[in-house]
């Protein structure tokens, strides 16, 4: 039977032995990755005494490592992880590209020791996905390890799942998955639709698609699947560039945030291999017509963006006018600084649907007056039920602003005509005056200042790029 120790005293242990591996130099996310491939051997040990069988082949097994020490167990470990990343299954995709970052013998078997001391396979899905997520999401504030880019705040994604309300018979993409938290908030809103077995089946091995082009994060996210008993014979999550990598799938619902910026130099140039793209070396803007292209006619989909999307000119401003004609655009989110754990430019949440021009777009301002901070004052799902109850997921026809200009001229949601719409260069809608008092701490601004100094970077060096050298 499983060891039924609280949650909050195995994560106790999970960060004890982090601390201890950090003092002698190995960073949280090498040591989770670590965790991550000694647990599923560990598991799958379990599940084999249980007389469920192993899916991993003799002589790269829990019962092949646990016994050893010394550099034989170093040995040993990288043989193992060698082996299953050429496993082409679930197997493949958890240890994609695995290589072993803790080289101490004496370190590694602190980790093997004390993973010995639990039974993982045996505890409810909810109970060990529950302490993956707790640590990925510390793994997340890591500041020095930049793991914080792969996530997105728990309480943003919970909202926007809530509004696109994924059905059970549904099939749901995130074409930038990070560690998969899109992907399980609309696992877990979906499983309590129906107790229908043949709709949980499909659930669980064919209703969710997740690709990333970074290993460690597809390692991450399959674990963080498989802890929930997702995706248990073949992992839905796929190591692959979904800007280069082109596909015939499509879906019904697709939420994602993707990265920002340029792509990296060395990358693959996207028209290259998508010629029917309006050619942009922004990330966001090559990510935006990609989820266009992956959307069933009918289906639906919230995405994470930054404000350039909405106001840039150029290429920027031909996608934006795609997306006007041949989608929805009924609803834009505009999110406040302060809620993602690495410095970032100002966001928001685009709603749309694939099939039909945008008539008119509703918008909720929660960003102007609105002040969070990762350490004092993080974001909640609770600050976002406002939002949630406007939007009227199923209902829309039942949408009341809450501004109005005589009596309410600072009412966060507010819709805009195809008339008004039209009378404008961009989508930053603005109209909410408060007279602010600026109460950052120094770091704040200063933290907000390096994020619009990267983002002038980013800019500049986009500028130089395009003309290609010519003297100015």
């Known amino acids: 039977m499983a060891n039924r120790k609280t949650e909050s005293a195995l994560l106790k242990k999970v960060w004890d032995i982090a601390n201890v591996l950090a003092a002698a130099g190995v960073g ?23 007389g469920l069988g192993s899916t991993i082949p003799e002589g790269y097994k829990w019962v092949d490592l646990v ?13 193992i992880l060698e082996e299953l990343s050429k496993d082409e299954g679930l197997i493949g995709t958890i240890f994609t590209r695995a290589i072993n970052k803790i080289d101490r013998p004496v370190m590694l078997k602190k980790v093997i020791d004390m993973v010995s001391e639990e039974n993982w396979y045996m505890m409810e899905g909810d109970f060990k996905g529950t302490i993956y997520e707790g640590i990925l999401e510390k793994n997340g504030q890591d500041k020095k390890s930049g793991a914080g880019q792969y996530f997105t705040p728990r309480a943003l994604i919970s909202a926007i799942v809530d509004v696109i309300d994924p059905k059970i018979t549904e099939t749901v993409a995130d074409p930038c998955c990070g560690t998969g938290g899109f992907l399980l908030a609309a696992y877990e809103h979906m499983r309590k639709q129906s107790k229908d077995v043949e709709k949980q089946k499909f659930l669980k091995n064919n209703a969710l698609y997740g690709a990333d082009n970074t290993s460690l994060v597809v390692t991450l996210a399959s674990m963080n699947l498989y802890l929930h ?14 800007l280069i990598e082109t596909t015939d799938d499509l879906y019904q619902v697709v939420i994602t945030n993707p990265p920002f910026g340029t792509r990296p130099q060395g990358s693959v140039e996207v028209s290259a291999n ?6 942009t070396t922004d990330n966001q803007v090559n990510f935006l017509q990609h989820i266009m292209s992956i959307v069933k006619t009918g289906g639906r989909v919230g995405v ?7 106001t840039d000119a150029g290429a920027t401003a031909k996608v934006r006018e795609n997306l006007m004609k041949g989608y929805n655009l009924h609803t834009i989110l505009r999110l406040p600084t302060g809620i993602f754990y690495a410095n970032g430019v100002k966001t928001n949440v685009l709603f749309f649907e694939k099939g039909e021009p945008t008539k008119e777009i509703w918008v909720y301002d929660y960003r102007t007056g609105v002040k969070h901070t990762l350490a004092t004052k993080p974001m909640t799902r609770e600050h976002l039920q406002e939002f949630v109850d406007c939007y009227c997921s ?22 805009f005509s195809e008339s008004e719409i039209e009378l404008r260069e961009d989508l930053n809608f603005k109209w909410i005056d408060f007279t602010e008092e600026d109460n950052r701490s120094v770091g704040e601004i200063l933290n907000e200042m390096q994020g619009e100094a990267d983002g002038i970077s980013a800019a500049v060096a986009q500028l130089k790029e395009l003309l290609g050298g010519i003297e100015i």
Do not use: A, C
């Open 28 to 50: 949280f996310t090498d040591y989770i990755t670590q965790l991550t491939y000694i647990l599923f051997l560990k598991m799958d040990d379990e599940k084999e005494e249980l």
């Open 67 to 79: 016994q050893l020490s010394g550099t034989d167990l170093v040995d040993k470990y990288e043989d």
């Open 229 to 242: 008993d997702i995706g248990v014979n073949k992992s839905p999550i796929e190591y692959k560039d979904s």
């Open 274 to 279: 998508r010629p029917e793209f309006v050619k």
């Open 304 to 310: 994470v963006l930054p404000d350039s999307v909405l």
């Open 394 to 415: 199923g209902h829309m026809q039942d949408r009341k602003e809450t501004y109005d200009s005589e009596t309410n001229p600072n009412g966060r949601w507010r819709r």
